[in-house]
C-alpha cells in the first residue's frame, strides 16, 4: 500500500481545490521514449490520437517528442497545431467532417484526409478544386476485424458507422478517377480501442495484406497504410505496467505485413501513450452508512471522469490518505444520476471525510470527456515538474 502512496505528493494536493487531474510529466516521458524507439526500429510513424487527451501542456510534450497528431474534428487539428505538431504530420479522420473543417484541413496544408465514405470524398475533392488544390487523402476501409473490446468501442465492424465497406472500395476507386482534385496517398483501417489480445492486430494485419493485393490486382499502389490506434493499457496493475508493450505491437506488423518498396506505415495511438500518466484526485466529501453497504461520496463524479458511466471501465481506486484495515465501499460522486458511480465494493482502507482518493489510469479520455453538467466547474490540471 504505501509504494502506491509514494507516487503521490499528497501534501502539494492539501493546498489544491479537488477534484483536478494530475499529470506524471515523468511517466509520460519515459512513455513517449519507447514508443520512438520501438516504432523508430522499423521506421514507423506515429500520430497522437489527440481526441485521448488534448490538454495543451500534454500535447505540447507529445509534440516536442517529435510525434504527429492523429485529429478528428477541425477543433483538434487547431489544437495540434497551436501545441506545435507541424502541419506535415497531421491526419484528419471523422466520418463527418464539416466544410469549415475540410477547408482547414486543406488551407493548414496538413498530410492526409482520411476519408470514410463516397459523399465525403465528392466534398473534398469540390472543396480543393475551390482552392486550386490537390487534397492527399487515405481511404479508411472498414476491415471486418473483430478487436474483441467493449462493443461502445468497437469500430471496424460491418455495422459499425465507421469507414467504407470492403465490398464498396471499387466502386469509390472508379468514382476516384473522375476526382482530379484528390490523390491517394494511403488505405487507413482502425478497429476499435483497449484492444489487449494481439490476434486482433494480427488479422489486422494480414487483412491489409489482402487489401493490397486486390488494390494491385486494379493497378493501384499507395505510398502509406495506415493501422489506426487502440493498442490497450492494464487498468488493473497501473504500477507494474505502467508503459504498454510497445514493442510486442509493433512488432506484430513487421512480421506480418507485406510491405511494398519505399511503402511508409503509419499508426494513431492515443490511450496507450496517455493513460498511466493521468490520475483523477478526489476527496471523500461523506462516508455514508447504508443499510447493506458504506459509500464513499466523492467530489468528483462522472462529470470529470465518465467512463465508469459510460462504458462500466474499470479504473483502479486508491485511497492515499489511509492505512487503515481494508473495507469495502461503493465509490460514488455527488451527481443526482444513479449511473455517478465509480465502482461498487472497491476495497479501500478506512476511509474519511477529506481523504485523497486517486482514480488511476485517467489520463486517456478522462479530462477530456469531462462536462459540465449540473454546472460544475471543469476540472483543473497539475503536473509532476510543476507542483
Ligand atoms: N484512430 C482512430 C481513427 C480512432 O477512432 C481512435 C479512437 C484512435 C485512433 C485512438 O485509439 P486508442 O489508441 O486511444 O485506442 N472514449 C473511449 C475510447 C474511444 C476511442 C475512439 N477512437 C474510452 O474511454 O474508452
Not at 514507423?44 to 504527429?68: D, E
Amino acid at each position: 500500500m504505501y509504494i502506491l502512496k509514494g507516487k503521490f505528493p499528497i501534501e502539494k494536493f492539501e493546498a489544491l481545490q479537488t477534484p483536478f487531474y494530475y499529470y506524471d510529466m515523468k511517466l509520460l516521458g519515459e512513455t513517449l521514449e519507447v514508443v520512438k524507439t520501438e516504432s523508430g526500429k522499423y521506421g514507423y510513424h506515429v500520430h497522437y490520437a489527440v481526441k485521448a487527451n488534448a490538454n495543451p501542456r500534454i500535447l505540447q510534450t507529445i509534440a516536442a517528442a517529435g510525434l504527429g497528431a492523429d485529429c478528428v474534428s477541425g477543433g483538434e487539428v487547431r489544437a495540434a497545431l497551436d501545441a506545435g505538431f507541424p502541419a506535415g504530420k497531421v491526419v484528419f479522420a471523422g466520418v463527418g467532417k464539416a466544410d469549415w473543417e475540410i477547408d482547414l484541413g486543406l488551407d493548414a496544408d496538413i498530410f492526409c484526409f482520411n476519408v470514410e465514405s463516397l459523399a465525403e470524398l465528392e466534398i473534398i475533392n469540390e472543396r480543393a478544386a475551390a482552392k486550386g488544390k490537390t487534397a492527399r487523402i487515405a481511404l479508411r476501409i472498414n476491415p471486418e476485424v473483430d478487436a474483441h473490446t467493449h462493443a461502445k468501442i468497437t469500430t471496424g465492424l460491418k455495422e459499425n458507422k465507421f469507414g467504407i465497406n470492403l465490398g464498396l472500395l471499387g466502386k469509390v476507386l472508379d468514382a476516384m478517377k473522375q476526382m482530379p482534385h484528390v490523390r491517394l496517398i494511403g488505405i487507413h483501417a482502425h478497429i476499435g480501442s483497449q484492444i489487449t489480445d494481439m490476434s486482433a492486430f494480427r488479422n489486422l494485419a494480414i487483412r491489409m495484406n489482402e487489401i493490397q493485393d486486390e488494390l494491385e490486382a486494379r493497378g493501384i499502389q499507395v505510398e502509406n497504410l495506415n493501422f489506426g490506434g487502440g493498442l490497450g493499457i492494464d487498468y488493473y496493475h497501473p504500477n507494474h505496467l505502467p508503459i504498454p508493450a510497445f514493442d510486442n505491437y509493433f512488432a506484430v506488423f513487421k512480421k506480418l505485413l507485406q510491405l511494398r518498396p519505399g511503402q511508409q506505415v503509419h499508426f494513431e495511438p492515443g490511450r496507450s501513450v496517455v493513460a498511466q500518466c493521468g490520475t483523477l484526485i478526489s476527496r471523500v466529501l461523506y462516508v455514508k452508512e447504508g443499510e447493506a453497504k458504506k459509500f464513499a461520496i466523492l467530489d468528483a463524479g462522472f462529470t470529470d471522469l465518465i467512463r465508469p458511466a459510460m462504458y462500466d471501465a474499470y479504473h483502479r481506486i486508491e485511497n492515499l490518505s489511509s492505512d487503515g484495515e481494508v473495507e469495502l465501499y461503493d465509490v460514488v460522486g455527488p451527481i443526482c444520476e444513479s449511473s455517478d458511480v465509480f465502482g461498487k465494493d472497491v476495497e479501500l482502507n478506512e476511509t474519511h471525510r477529506g481523504d485523497f482518493i486517486a482514480l488511476r489510469s485517467a489520463g486517456a479520455y478522462g479530462e477530456v470527456m469531462a462536462s459540465q453538467y449540473n454546472c460544475r466547474a471543469l476540472p483543473k490540471a497539475y503536473y509532476s515538474d510543476q507542483l
